[in-house]
């Protein structure tokens, strides 16, 4: 641990100092009382506002070899090149194709059939849960012959022809499903090579994940972009039936389609933010090979104008209510995944991430600011869901983190002071017993971001080289943060969180 000769001051205080420009001309300064638990340099817990030692802080030790190599140009290129969408890699099918009963019959069989015709309910004596089963047919005798569409009783029942119909109720197997099924028996109701008989559909039927990757690689890149556009115009016109219909905007080779009434030369600079961000994100999360963030197709930012339309949108589209104070989400576990937001129309200039203030200089000099910007909205949202992607991260994580990130792109956003205040908050009330409630996962969200934002805003101002690490073992979901706090910065939970808290209490208080 190295000290200053005249106060035994540890590297820390110069942190401190630096992050407050404000006090800058002060020789040195007492770190507040945090009003809960601190440990002297023997480790053990002082008393709630008992005295403490005048300019002394614990610093958090680093592990030597701690500080990751930066990525060669050649390694970035090519996590770049693993990461594009499919479109960019895959060839296109045959149109002609021959079809595959476990990749285009049997999800729709374990779907659709299977929880009525099992071998437990075997409703009219017909167990589809399996192939041999399926040929069996029921009480009437075969459903499918072979070669023979037009005198297979499943075909008939689930095309309306017989009675009853098959399935049942008021749900109805699209034409072009029934017209796959009629071509597999035509060409002679075949099995998958190698596949057993008796096993069951489910344990080989492609999954919708499979099925939608299967028919994207058959599309090209632009039939890939007008696909999205459409369903894009069918989700917006749910939303605003008599409104205009919405621009979309590309920039080659990003992985994002913006739609919405947002000015062309301002989303496609939003675009190339979002996109140098969708890099940053992978070189980040990305393990043992696998870039993270990764999605099978581009993904399109829907730029609503105003809240109304937007929670119409989510209304319509999506099912649900808009929650009190939610300007943006993401749906990146559908087909066609989407980002939507509610687009700042007053100023909405992003400004770059090398024009961030310290977190604890005054913002009063810099004129206020917008709430958020379009790029930190979306930004925001994408790194929540590239985290989760990621690993399994306790909430804190996610939220904690993606905020921090976003905050490089907006730095003047008042969004993040609201977010620093409430982590100052948990700083008046007592910083190791509130941060300790608001790292479990039953925490409030905003008590989670806020105190998560503000222990990446402290790693990355002060530990730099651990940074990466500390996300890396965050990722690994569990309860790990101990041990990732004593691998990556050779210390223990309440020594972390103490000099954490005293940073934030020095570095928000001007905020």
């Known amino acids: 641990?190295?000290?200053?000769?005249?106060?035994?001051?540890?590297?820390?205080?110069?942190?401190?100092?630096?992050?407050?420009?404000?006090?800058?001309?002060?020789?040195?300064?007492?770190?507040?009382?945090?009003?809960?638990?601190?440990?002297?340099?023997?480790?053990?817990?002082?008393?709630?506002?008992?005295?403490?030692?005048?300019?002394?802080?614990?610093?958090?030790?680093?592990?030597?070899?701690?500080?990751?190599?930066?990525?060669?140009?050649?390694?970035?290129?090519?996590?770049?090149?693993?990461?594009?969408?499919?479109?960019?890699?895959?060839?296109?099918?045959?149109?002609?194709?021959?079809?595959?009963?476990?990749?285009?019959?049997?999800?729709?069989?374990?779907?659709?059939?299977a929880r009525c015709h099992?071998?437990?309910?075997?409703?009219?004596?017909?167990?589809?849960?399996?192939?041999?089963?399926?040929?069996?047919?029921?009480?009437?005798?075969?459903?499918?012959?072979?070669?023979?569409?037009?005198?297979?009783?499943?075909?008939?029942?689930?095309?309306?022809?017989?009675?009853?119909?098959?399935?049942?109720?008021?749900?109805?197997?699209?034409?072009?499903?029934?017209?796959?099924?009629?071509?597999?028996?035509?060409?002679?109701?075949?099995?998958?090579?190698?596949?057993?008989?008796?096993?069951?559909?489910?344990?080989?039927?492609?999954?919708?994940?499979?099925?939608?990757?299967?028919?994207?690689?058959?599309?090209?890149?632009?039939?890939?972009?007008?696909?999205?556009?459409?369903?894009a115009n069918e989700r917006w016109k749910k939303a605003s039936p008599s409104g205009p219909k919405p621009e979309m905007v590309s920039v080659d080779r990003l992985h994002f389609l913006l739609f919405g009434e947002v000015p062309k030369d301002r989303a496609i600079a939003s675009l190339k933010v979002i996109e140098g961000q969708y890099i940053k994100l992978r070189n980040l999360l990305s393990t043992r090979g696998k870039p993270t963030p990764n999605f099978d197709e581009k993904v399109s930012i829907y730029a609503f104008k105003d809240r109304a339309t937007y929670v119409e949108f989510v209304r319509s589209v999506e099912n649900r209510e808009v929650e009190q104070g939610t300007q943006a989400h993401a749906k990146l576990?559908?087909?066609?995944?989407?980002?939507?937001?509610?687009?700042?129309?007053?100023?909405?200039?992003?400004?770059?991430?090398?024009?961030?203030?310290?977190?604890?200089?005054?913002?009063?000099?810099?004129?206020?600011g917008a709430e958020r910007t379009l790029n930190g909205l979306v930004a925001e949202e994408l790194a929540i869901a590239a985290i989760n992607q990621a690993g399994k991260p306790p909430r804190w994580v996610s939220l904690g983190l993606a905020a921090q990130l976003a905050s490089q792109l907006e730095p003047r956003a008042t969004y993040y002071r609201a977010i620093r205040g409430v982590a100052f908050e948990q700083v008046r009330l007592g910083w190791i017993a509130k941060s300790t409630e608001a790292?479990?996962?039953?925490?409030?969200?905003?008590?989670?971001?806020?105190?998560?934002?503000?222990?990446?805003?402290?790693?990355?101002?002060?530990?730099?080289?651990?940074?990466?690490?500390?996300?890396?073992?965050?990722?690994e979901g569990g309860n790990k943060f101990d041990e990732v706090v004593a691998a990556c910065l050779d210390a223990n939970r309440q020594q972390f969180l103490t000099t954490a808290g005293e940073w934030v209490g020095q570095a928000y208080a001007q905020n």
Request: aromatic share 4%; proline share 8%; net charge positive.
């Open 439 to 475: 790292l479990g996962d039953d925490a409030d969200s905003d008590k989670a971001r806020a105190v998560g934002f503000a222990i990446f805003e402290f790693l990355g101002n002060n530990f730099s080289q651990a940074y990466p690490a500390f996300i890396l073992g965050m990722l």
């Open 118 to 231: 099992n071998d437990k309910q075997k409703r009219g004596g017909f167990d589809q849960t399996s192939f041999a089963g399926l040929m069996k047919g029921g009480k009437t005798g075969p459903a499918i012959v072979a070669g023979k569409p037009e005198e297979s009783r499943l075909l008939q029942m689930i095309s309306g022809e017989e009675t009853p119909k098959m399935p049942p109720g008021q749900t109805n197997l699209a034409p072009e499903t029934i017209e796959r099924i009629a071509k597999w028996v035509k060409a002679g109701a075949i099995l998958d090579a190698g596949k057993n008989p008796t096993a069951p559909l489910a344990s080989y039927a492609a999954k919708p994940e499979d099925i939608r990757k299967s028919q994207l690689s058959k599309l090209s890149p632009s039939e890939r972009d007008t696909r999205l556009a459409e369903l």
């Open 333 to 368: 576990a559908v087909d066609g995944p989407y980002i939507a937001c509610i687009a700042p129309q007053a100023g909405g200039a992003e400004a770059p991430a090398t024009q961030a203030k310290k977190p604890g200089r005054s913002r009063r000099d810099e004129g206020g």
């Open 1 to 113: 641990m190295t000290r200053t000769p005249r106060k035994s001051l540890v590297l820390i205080v110069v942190a401190l100092l630096a992050a407050c420009e404000a006090r800058s001309s002060c020789a040195l300064a007492q770190v507040p009382d945090l009003g809960g638990e601190m440990s002297d340099d023997s480790g053990m817990p002082a008393k709630r506002g008992g005295a403490r030692k005048k300019g002394r802080v614990r610093r958090v030790p680093l592990k030597a070899g701690a500080e990751p190599k930066a990525q060669p140009k050649e390694v970035e290129k090519e996590m770049e090149k693993a990461a594009e969408p499919a479109e960019t890699k895959a060839e296109a099918a045959p149109a002609d194709a021959a079809l595959v009963f476990s990749r285009d019959i049997a999800p729709v069989l374990v779907a659709n059939c």
